[in-house]
């Protein structure tokens, strides 16, 4: 006999889909190819590394948003 027992069991079988999606949260995959893991929410950190970026060169921007959205998190895949 298990140690949960029947019900215990059953309760289990119900619970694992929620543990799965609950586990699939911890890691985001964007379709613009972002993949952030424990990251700041996606549409903050853009905001903010708008923002810095467009305090550089114009050449430099690209560069500095992507350094930006890493020390959020934030990679592109």
């Known amino acids: ?31 613009d190819g972002w993949r952030g893991e424990g990251a700041e929410p996606f ?4 905001a903010a590394c708008e923002s810095e970026a467009a305090a ?5 921007r690209g560069a500095a948003f992507e350094a930006c959205m890493a020390r959020r998190g934030w990679h592109r895949s």
Do not use: I, N, Q, Y
């Not at 549409?43 to 853009?46: E, L, V």
């Not at 550089?56 to 430099?60: F, I, N, Q, R």
């Open 43 to 46: 549409d903050g950190a853009r």
């Open 1 to 31: 006999m298990s140690a949960f027992g029947k019900t215990g069991k059953v309760v289990l079988r119900c619970l694992a889909p929620f543990a799965v999606l609950l586990l699939a949260g911890c890691a985001s995959l964007r379709d």
């Open 56 to 60: 550089t060169p114009k050449a430099e």
